[in-house]
């Protein structure tokens, strides 16, 4: 554009120009415009990239959330089954669930020892002092 403001100004003045300079001048209203044009698209085109990146980031705390909440709903489930596992560890509720009463179903000693054993492997002790 400078280039051709001087091209413009020298023709003012009344010098000389080749005709590849001519052209250029006849051309600069066309060449400003085209420019003023790029621009505007540049602009526009970094308006989309940028809500572009912000729609990227607004998903991937969307998905980061969805997987912290299934996390802590499988943690959930996993403390719920491990309660459920330790009381049959007590006595009293052996006792519940040998008679069939308070509320308990009744279940035979084989299938209470296999769930007993089984809360024993899969729940680990808690140590009250930590």
Known sequence: QL?????????????????????????????????EFA??????????SQDLLKAQKKAQRRESLLKLEAEKKKLRTILQVQYVLQNFTQEHVQ???KGGVNGAIYLPS?????????????????NENL
């Open 3 to 35: 280039k051709l403001e001087d091209y413009k100004d020298r023709l003012k003045k009344g010098e000389a120009l080749n005709p590849d300079q001519l052209e250029a001048v006849e051309k600069y209203d066309e060449v400003v415009h085209n420019l």
């Open 95 to 97: 006792k519940d669930f």
């Open 39 to 48: 621009k505007e698209l540049q602009k526009t085109f970094s308006g989309l």
């Open 110 to 126: 084989k299938e209470l020892d296999y769930l007993i054993r089984f809360a024993k492997l899969t729940c680990p002790e808690r």
